[in-house]
């Protein structure tokens, strides 16, 4: 089993890389936005790995952070949840989604892509008694940066998903919104002043 491997990103998409080793080996290895939104092609880089074994299949799927890793893991321990829906679970920041799971905030849950009332429900059964959702802190997002803007919550989604469907990066978005000012409040007003940031 592979856990772990560390080279130089030579080809780069939305969802998946291709890392070259320094044994000379190439690995494909499927990410999530979270992870893409970190990277840049020809960086040296190092992620955990989940290898998934079939019958007839092998994948690898690559985190930058152990967290993200072991919140996939019991992910796909879910019925109805394959590594697909894992992986657009993963769209929220680790920290909004123990978040939204330690508040049993279904509607968060369910806002995104794939996600039902009944999915949500059980998403949130199996995971709000792990540890890693227990530990995890509600207000910082990675790197540590506050996202200081009183967003409803809904919106804040809506706004990120817009910028990242026009191919900016998401951590930077999350960045930008910590700087828009407080009295701007609609995704209209929001929008500008956040690509301007960018």
Do not use: C
């Not at 992870?35 to 989940?50: A, P, Q, V, W």
């Not at 949840?81 to 905030?105: M, R």
């Not at 997002?141 to 409803?152: A, D």
């Not at 191919?167 to 701007?184: F, G």
């Amino acid at each position: 089993m592979i856990a772990y491997i560390s080279g130089e990103i030579i080809e780069l998409e939305a969802n998946k890389i291709v890392i070259l080793t320094s044994g000379g080996v190439w690995f494909e290895v499927w990410i999530s936005e979270i992870t893409f939104s970190e990277l840049s092609l020809n960086i040296e880089k190092s992620f955990y790995i989940y290898h998934h074994i079939t019958e007839g299949n092998q994948s690898l799927f690559g985190f930058l952070e152990k967290s993200e890793k072991d919140i996939f893991t019991e992910l796909i321990k879910i019925s109805w949840i394959g590594w697909k829906v894992a992986i657009q679970i993963l769209w929220l920041w680790v920290n909004t989604l123990s978040s939204a799971i330690k508040n049993e905030d279904k509607k968060m849950i369910e806002s995104i892509k794939w996600i039902w009332k009944k999915m949500a429900e059980k998403i949130i059964l199996e995971l709000k008694d792990k540890d890693f959702i227990l530990q995890s802190s509600n207000s910082v997002s990675p790197k540590g940066r506050e996202i200081k803007h009183n967003l409803e919550k809904n919106l804040e989604i809506d706004i990120i998903s817009t910028l990242v469907n026009m191919w900016y990066q998401k951590s930077a978005i999350q960045t930008a919104l910590t700087k828009i000012p407080e009295e701007l409040q609609t995704m209209e007003e929001i929008l500008p002043a956040v690509i301007k940031e960018l």
